[in-house]
């Protein structure tokens, strides 16, 4: 193989630190898409195509996947991308690429002569024979054994220099880590998404954190809650104080740990979801009020009368004024409380009232 590499003028370093710092700053898919397609005005070429290639298992028959975006729009027509899946194999750079990490961008005239290239069956069906494009320049965006991501740079009447393989050289790495960011962004929306369709039902809410306690991904009830019941962060990726220092201390419990705050006749409520590199915060906001005993009675493993005093105690009621409601002595009452204390495996008017709240989720 040729010795690769060449010095990059000043000029070209600038060009490159400033398509770089532009990479660095992409939050969407859409504007890392527009940064991209500006590759080939810094290196100079005709076409560019960015994706990824699954390839088949091994013994199949079936073709490769290719899912790839062009620039100019189109240029890569169905017959083309049909026969480039059909003949991946062919195409020296990407085989090099499902070999392992690729750090440097590789040339086609890296491993072929121009007239082994031109007699390849693959240039005749895809790349020269149907496009006109006859060289092409790859750097590796990801890499797994079974698939492989990078962005092609391709020419139609000359081959690629030393020089545009450093400048691809000097940008490669940031492409790598602006798509792993969007990736790892799309997959923290998954998730916030899985969270909150199993919350929506009771118009819960939840975020992700990283293990610095920074928000990640926040939904926009989320979002909504923390600013009404916290006000504005010191920092718009920051969660407040009290709820991180409570995260922080307690992302290490056995048990779900749980955090309220009351306002008034409501109250907010937290619940963590430790991780080993992310944490989830399920938020629920209830009004407190009078607890229904049926539904205390079917959630709880309660007699009806049991439910009924467990209502009434959790609203503050003492003994004799839940004895009068009733129509039961003060002893019954107590009788009664015995038995929800056992059932419940709390030992306290606070505990119980707690249990069934929690019940209830209110």
Not at 22 to 37: I, K, N, Y
Not at 98 to 116: E, H, T, Y
Not at 229 to 240: C, N
Request: aromatic share 6%; glycine share 6%.
């Amino acid at each position: 193989m040729k010795e690769m590499g060449a010095e990059l003028s000043s000029s070209d370093l600038r060009q490159a630190l400033t398509f770089a710092g532009d990479l660095a700053v992409c939050r969407s898919a859409a504007e890392m898409d527009r940064q991209v397609r500006l590759l080939p005005t810094l290196v100079g070429s005709e076409a560019l195509l960015v994706g990824s290639v699954r390839r088949p298992a091994v013994g199949s028959a079936e073709p490769a996947t290719l899912v790839a975006v062009d620039d100019p729009p189109g240029v890569f027509d169905e017959p083309a991308r049909a026969a480039f899946m059909r003949l991946w194999h062919q195409q020296p750079v990407v085989v090099h690429h499902f070999r392992g990490f690729a750090p440097r961008a590789m040339k086609v005239s890296d491993f072929l002569s121009d007239r082994q290239w031109r007699r390849s069956e693959i240039y005749n069906d895809c790349y020269g024979g149907r496009l006109g494009l006859t060289w092409e320049i790859a750097a590796q965006i990801r890499f797994s054994p079974e698939e492989q991501a990078c962005a092609a740079l391709q020419r139609a009447d000359r081959d690629f220099t030393e020089r545009d393989r450093s400048l691809l050289d000097a940008v490669s790495p940031h492409l790598r880590a602006g798509y792993a960011r969007l990736e790892a962004e799309a997959g923290r929306e998954r998730r916030l998404a899985l969270l909150e369709r199993g919350l929506e039902r009771r118009g819960d809410a939840a975020l992700l954190v990283d293990c610095r306690g920074r928000v990640l991904t926040a939904g926009p009830r989320a979002k909504a809650m923390l600013r009404e019941w916290f006000g504005v962060p010191p920092a718009p990726s920051a969660l407040p104080a009290e709820v991180e220092d409570w995260r922080s201390s307690r992302r290490g419990s056995a048990a779900t740990p749980v955090l309220d705050f009351q306002r008034s006749d409501r109250r907010l409520r937290l619940r963590l979801v430790a991780g080993p590199i992310e944490d989830a915060i399920l938020l629920s906001e209830r009004r407190e009020g009078p607890l229904d005993p049926e539904l205390l009675a079917r959630a709880l493993p309660l007699s009806r009368r049991e439910a009924q005093v467990l209502a009434l105690l959790a609203q503050g009621e003492m003994n004799a004024a839940i004895a009068h409601q009733l129509g039961i002595s003060p002893k019954t009452v107590s009788r009664h409380l015995e038995g929800v204390y056992s059932k419940l495996g709390v030992q306290n008017r606070a505990a119980a009232t707690a249990a069934a709240r929690d019940a209830l989720d209110i």
